[in-house]
């Protein structure tokens, strides 16, 4: 089952700019993580946010959760050609369930 | 290095056939999984083993079949029963505890001939 909804489904942005992409989900959970994925390639790990956390920072990332509102972003910030990817929130209560990702690509 | 091995990373399969995926980790992780991706969707859980000689089925089990005879090793083979192969598979692992991320390898691609 599908649990996490990232939008946008794609997002286009000039290198430098910041981009910033969302995820909803429907159940409780015990964390929330985003992942990383390069065209035909698997995908990597970037952070994992606990229920009870609300902001997490690593490098040029920023992740935000809202369990209010069963709710989190991810925002990149300065980004670089080689952030052009798809993204994928991932939500774990019991086992671990993806959306379907947000496409980014950034323009040089 | 440390990581997860898939292969073949290209994968033919003809009708009636079965074919197996190799999925081999070095991390020491307790649990390793197979995920199924198709074109713009997210992925779906195949199977899942949290310990040697254990496996559970997940969201997507049917026609599909697994082993985790060795705690470094999770293949899954892809049985004639599943009629529309054509995916990309990966495979991933694991520390067994909650709070941890998921390690995956870089997957193979699977085409019907």
């Known amino acids: 089952s599908q649990q996490g909804e990232e939008d946008p489904q794609a997002l286009s942005i000039q290198e430098g700019e910041n981009a910033t992409m969302n995820c909803s989900y429907k159940?409780?959970?015990?964390?929330l993580q985003w992942y990383r994925q390069n065209s035909g390639r698997g995908l990597v790990h970037l952070i994992l946010i606990r229920s009870n956390e609300r902001e997490k920072h690593s490098g040029r990332l920023r992740v935000t959760l809202d369990t209010s509102k069963k709710s989190s972003s991810l925002l990149i910030t300065a980004s670089r050609a080689a952030d052009t990817a798809s993204y994928f929130c991932a939500t774990e209560h019991y086992k671990l369930s993806f959306g379907a990702g947000t496409t980014v690509t950034v323009r040089a | 290095d440390g990581g997860i091995t898939q292969s073949p990373k290209y994968l033919f399969r003809k009708e009636g056939q079965n074919v197996t995926l190799s999925c081999e980790q070095n991390l020491n992780h307790d649990a390793m999984y197979w995920y199924r991706q198709d074109p713009g969707q997210g992925l779906r859980l195949i199977y899942y083993?949290?310990?040697?000689?254990?496996?559970q089925k997940g969201d997507i089990a049917e026609g599909y079949s697994v082993s985790r005879e060795k705690k470094e090793s999770f293949p899954l083979t892809v049985t004639s029963a599943q009629k529309n192969p054509t995916a990309f598979y990966l495979c991933a692992s694991s520390m067994h505890d909650s709070n941890q991320p998921q390690h995956f390898g870089d997957g193979t691609r699977l085409s019907i001939l």
């Open positions: 159940t409780s959970i015990n964390n």
């Open positions: 083993s949290q310990i040697v000689n254990d496996f």
